[in-house]
């Protein structure tokens, strides 16, 4: 099955948020019949992908989506972001100039060198700190805030700690059985992340109280909660919003 386009996303996200549009043009200052273009997937009416890529910007921050998941999505999908245009395809000459040769510093391996010595001193700085390794242990009960930095899934199955605080956090774990948009977002309104889950990738998040998630294309995935799957969410191309809360204790 095809991944999901943008004009679909789009769409899905307005009516999930109960906007109308009119209300998305109003918002952003986008002509509605321009919108309308864009949730067909039409951009010959943007004047080029320059103008489309802003387009879809504003409108999915509008409507609730990541602006730059969505951008990067519309590239992927038309071939690439805008490739820059070589200075030697703009300036040719029919023959060739010939210079005399002058002979002075030459800056162009000056330039060289300095610029190895700041990647080499980038590497250091990076090799030396902590690295990429996620903080996946701590949820702080007075905060309420995730431990897990924003779009960033956990790739570890984290250990659990005997404490109060854990009978508390909501662990969300998605599979994507195809590339599909998903967003989740924590009690308090923070993203935990929001983008496109590619095919066959499966990711985790953990939260305190509750996890909110929203889901493009409930049938492009499968979902599990505290290690439970969740039956029952949708079929292909249905738009699914769900809240899932800590698991509850069995009873004695």
């Known amino acids: 099955m095809q ?16 906007l109308t549009i009119s209300q998305v043009s109003a918002a952003t200052r986008i002509r509605e ?4 273009c864009l949730e067909q997937d039409d951009y010959d009416q943007c004047g080029g992908a320059f103008y489309a890529r802003g387009h879809i910007r504003a409108v999915a921050r509008a409507v609730g989506l990541d602006p730059e998941a969505t951008v990067h999505l519309y590239d992927q999908q038309h071939g690439g972001a805008p490739q820059p245009m070589a200075a030697s395809a703009v300036f040719q000459t029919d023959r060739k100039i ?7 510093p030459n800056w162009t391996m000056a330039l060289g060198v300095a610029l190895a010595i700041v ?25 309420a805030r995730p431990s897990v930095p924003p779009n960033t899934p956990i790739t570890e199955t984290p250990r659990p700690t005997p404490s109060a605080s854990a009978k508390n956090t909501v662990t969300v774990r998605i599979k994507a ?5 998903v967003s989740l ?9 929001s983008g496109t889950l590619k ?8 939260a305190p109280e509750k996890v909110h998630v929203l ?5 492009a995935v499968t979902v599990h909660v505290n290690g439970k799957r969740v039956k029952g969410l949708g079929g292909s191309g249905d738009v699914v919003r769900r809240a899932f809360g800590p698991q509850k204790p069995q009873e004695r």
């Open 3 to 18: 991944e999901q386009s943008i004009g679909a996303m789009l769409r899905a996200a307005r009516q999930t948020a109960g």
């Open 33 to 36: 019949a321009m919108i309308q």
């Open 98 to 104: 010939h210079l005399p040769e002058r002979r002075g």
């Open 119 to 143: 990647m080499v001193f980038g590497m250091m700085r990076v090799l030396g700190g902590t690295g990429d390794q996620v903080r996946t242990g701590d949820v702080r009960v007075a905060s």
């Open 177 to 181: 059985k195809r590339s599909s948009y």
């Open 185 to 193: 977002h924590d009690a308090e309104g923070h993203k935990l992340f």
């Open 199 to 206: 095919a066959g990738k499966t990711s985790t998040w953990r």
């Open 215 to 219: 889901l493009a294309d409930a049938g």
